[in-house]
T-cell receptor, first 115, second 112 residues
Framework: EAGVTQSPTHLIKTRGQQATLRCSPI?????VYWYQQALGLGLQFLLW???????NRGNFPPRFSGRQFPNYSSELNVNALELEDSALYLCASSLETGEGTRELFFGEGSRLTVL | GENVEQHPSTLSVQEGDSAVIKCTYS??????FPWYKQELGKRPQLIIDIRSNVGEKKDQRIAVTLNKTAKHFSLHITETQPEDSAVYFCAAPTDSWGKLQFGAGTQVVVTP
């Protein structure tokens, strides 16, 4: 069974540009999560999508946005890129267990570099 | 508040010794506490989790304890081995079950 896949693996942009990152969850998983992992830092919660809707977002400016498609894949958009947006963007998916637990299965990440 | 605080940030142990990592959380409604391990250059992976109706859970050499009153939980690794070297993250849901907040991570180095 394929795991969570993300594309592109690496992306280089300049300040002010826009970046689009994509994520395909594990088959059957309906929830998709986005995290930012800056160098040497932890995992910062960005967005959570479930059944096509945004359920919650972290403390990031509105230029970070995304969506989830009917096939549960997801896209993260970052507008007006700033140097500090350079980071590894991790996508994760999970399956409803009905027990209040959520194992997140992470992708390999997309490395965004803003010059 | 939505903070999950984790200590220490780095931990160096000799092979065979034990390692303990501690986390505190602020959302009293949190009821699920996972721990993830991220090896260098790899994706984070769940190693153990605990629900709030349980005080301790063990899986071979790793165990997690939870003190809901004090709002803290800990990861214990016994008989550490070189392959335990990694960054470990604790996490707790805040605001809603899908908003999993992670601690800042603990770099564990196991020296032979």
């Amino acid at each position: 069974e394929a795991g969570v896949t993300q594309s592109p693996t690496h992306l280089i942009k300049t300040r002010g540009q826009q970046a689009t990152l994509r994520c395909s969850p594990i088959s059957g998983h309906t929830s998709v999560y986005w995290y930012q992992q800056a160098l040497g830092l932890g995992l910062q919660f960005l967005l959570w999508y479930d059944e096509g809707e945004e359920r919650n977002r972290g403390n990031f400016p509105p230029r970070f946005s995304g969506r989830q498609f009917p096939n549960y894949s997801s896209e993260l958009n970052v507008n007006a890129l700033e140097l500090e947006d350079s980071a590894l963007y991790l996508c994760a998916s999970s399956l409803e267990t009905g027990e209040g637990t959520r194992e997140l299965f992470f992708g390999e990440g997309s490395r965004l570099t803003v010059l | 508040g939505e903070n999950v605080e984790q200590h220490p940030s780095t931990l160096s142990v000799q092979e065979g010794d034990s390692a303990v990592i501690k986390c505190t959380y602020s959302d009293s409604a949190s009821n699920y506490f996972p721990w993830y391990k991220q090896e260098l250059g790899k994706r984070p992976q769940l190693i153990i989790d605990i629900r709030s109706n349980v005080g301790e859970k063990k899986d071979q050499r790793i165990a997690v304890t939870l003190n809901k009153t004090a709002k803290h939980f800990s990861l214990h690794i016994t008989e550490t081995q070189p392959e335990d070297s990694a960054v470990y993250f604790c996490a707790a849901p805040t605001d809603s079950w899908g908003k999993l907040q992670f601690g800042a991570g603990t770099q564990v180095v196991v020296t032979p």
